[in-house]
């Protein structure tokens, strides 16, 4: 059993916290350890995603992934801070739902070189899955599909962008979030009787991310030194990115002339041999 006074103070959580939350500590309790029973199959579940769908990088169009299954503990944080958001939403979950209100239980991130390259994975996994809005989940509990060999995408995919991203995305096909900041894609899939969420960023996104979640959020967002100190690396990330971007255009345009001037060359000599 957890205990109570060590789990509030690693997560930063006020006693108040979780009476607003109005979830007891013995059902949070009784949630972290059916969840503990569960947690080798969620692994093997999101193995065998791995295995089945982004082991191939290139037919998936990504250069790499990374997966894991969410925490206990940070189990319980989420819990408890979306009872506190969202009470009504998050009313009546309890031991015996949790796992088809959350769908991040198994997390996989899969990454780009260029952010412009997200259409590729979005092509693939819309093609692999099926993708259809009357399937999208509104009702945590309602719309649960109890089918575990039904896969297919739970909900409608979104993208946060950074300021400057308007043009390599459409919103015909997924749904924009401005943030301003922040980059990511995101994608729910319901797979093997569980959601899994899939994370989309180039490289300089998620090491300026995984940075962040460390130090920052959710724990010190409101410490505004901490908060200054990402936002500055959050834009040499951005940056980065964009350097990337200007530097695989300068490659393209440089191949381009290059190849220009062979079909130029060959055509002239081509010419003085009919001469």
Known sequence: MIDKKEFLTKYNIEESELEASALSWDELTAICEDYI??????????????NDYLYDIEKAGIHSYRYRIKAPGHLLEKIIRKRCEHFERFEKIDRSNYYKYLTDLIGIRVFFLYREDWIYFHKYITSVFEN??????????HDFDENEAHYYIAERPKVY????????????IIDIRSDG?????????KYKGYYVEIQGRTLFEEGWSEIDHDIVYPYFKDDEMLTDFST?????SGMADEM???FRRMRSIKEDTEKAAEKAAENAEGTGEDA
């Open 132 to 141: 259809n809005p009357d399937l999208y989940v509104e009702d945590r509990i």
């Open 232 to 236: 500055l690396l959050n834009r040499l």
């Open 37 to 50: 029973q569960r947690e080798e199959k969620l692994r093997n579940i999101g193995k065998d995603f791995v």
């Open 244 to 246: 990337s971007s200007y």
């Open 161 to 172: 962008r950074r300021t400057g991203d308007s043009r390599i995305y459409d919103e015909d």
């Open 181 to 189: 900041i922040y980059r990511s894609l995101h994608y729910i899939i």
